[in-house]
């Protein structure tokens, strides 16, 4: 990793053993152990769920897959059932004897899934991420190494988990960009750097997406990876419409709304005259992302994290969403000292703000 990232091997044992957390230590609370066990023995491992018929085309071609090549692609619709299918494989090896590192991009995904995959996998399923106590850190890398652990949960971090025989790694959501470590280095991509750590233990690596990334699209499209599709939904619930509208011209006639299509006002219409509920989903906190100086440009960014403040309007403040410091809305440029400051893009008020006008 050190020379391919070109990253100074001090700084790859840095990321893999953060200060000596893994070395002896205070263990987990003996109350605490004692409790997870009884848990364990008291919910035994459930047998996995009965793959459907498209499913299981899924499966049996991906094991055909594997038999030839070291990657493959699962290109599965939302829903599709991906994960009764990662279960299968998983079960398959550890009954062979090996492990297997199933990664998340993001924390909070390990919470959702987790309690999904113990009803299968029992105590040898361990979960690894930085939120964790230092004692539980240890216990899953002690689990690890002894082979006690089987499954680990994890995000990119669980790479550098010390596996003593892995036999499949999972990269779900693989086009997600939380794979991608830029600061500190080493800036590995954790994604690549899977499927280098399957080589090195004679393993399978297995992407999994709805939308995959193009780079992995690429190389499975032209025959570098295997590449599996899974176009239907589960129990062959139909997928929903999608429309892509042009907003360009949104807000050009007078008196139109600036932010919404006039397709989207009309179906808007269409379901409140039939009683249902809209869903407005804007993926920016705030009334503005950002504010620039119509004369030089400026942009005013965070001291802390070198980022643009975020305009919210319901408190009149500057607001940085990395490290949460706000900071009053300037009357003028700080660089110019112009009055030309105007707000750019559009947030969740800005959109209230639009829709309660309409």
């Not at 990793?1 to 205070?26: F, H, Q, S, T, W």
């Not at 919470?111 to 106590?133: A, D, P, W």
């Not at 899974?230 to 011209?249: C, H, K, Q």
């Not at 703000?353 to 309409?358: A, F, G, V």
Request: aromatic share 8%; charged share 25%; hydrophobic share 35%.
């Amino acid at each position: 990793m050190a020379d391919y990232y070109m990253a100074y091997p001090g700084e790859v044992m840095k990321a893999a053993i953060p200060a000596a957390e893994y070395l002896p230590g205070r263990p987990m609370k003996r109350r605490r152990r004692e409790k997870e066990r009884e848990e364990d023995e008291s919910h035994p491992p459930a047998a996995p769920a009965d793959l459907n018929e498209v499913q299981n085309e899924a499966y049996e071609r991906i094991r055909e897959l594997f038999a030839a090549r070291e990657t493959v692609l699962l290109h599965g619709v939302t829903s599709s059932g991906k994960t009764e299918i990662y279960i299968h494989l998983m079960t398959e090896q550890m009954k062979s004897g090996r492990q297997v590192l199933y990664m998340l991009p993001e924390i909070a995904l390990t919470t959702q899934i987790i309690e999904r995959l113990r009803r299968y996998f029992g105590n040898t399923i361990g979960v690894f991420h930085s939120r964790l106590t230092p004692a539980a850190r240890r216990e899953v890398w002690k689990g690890v190494s002894e082979g006690s652990l089987r499954v680990v949960l994890g995000v990119r971090s669980s790479l550098f988990l010390p596996f003593r025989d892995l036999g499949l790694i999972i990269v779900d959501e693989e086009h997600d960009s939380s794979y991608k470590q830029y600061d500190p280095a080493p800036r590995y991509h954790a994604r690549d750097a899977a499927m280098m750590l399957a080589r090195l233990h004679g393993g399978k690596t297995l992407l999994g997406s709805a939308t995959p990334s193009l780079e992995s699209y690429h190389n499975a499209r032209s025959g570098r990876y295997g590449l599996v599709e899974l176009m239907t939904r589960y129990g062959n619930v139909m997928l929903p419409e999608m429309i892509i509208a042009d907003t360009r011209s949104a807000g050009k006639k007078r008196g139109s709304a600036k932010y919404f299509t006039p397709r989207l006002l009309e179906a808007i219409e269409e379901a409140l005259s039939r009683d249902e509920q809209v869903i407005l989903f804007q993926n920016r906190r705030g009334f503005s992302p950002f504010l620039m100086c119509s004369e030089c440009g400026h942009v005013p960014a965070c001291t802390n994290c070198s980022v643009s403040y975020t305009y919210h309007k319901s408190i009149g403040r500057l607001v940085c969403h990395y490290c949460g410091k706000s900071v009053r809305l300037p009357s003028v440029c700080p660089e110019c000292g112009s009055t030309g400051l105007t707000t750019r893009g559009f947030g969740t008020e800005k959109i209230e703000e639009e829709i309660r006008l309409l």
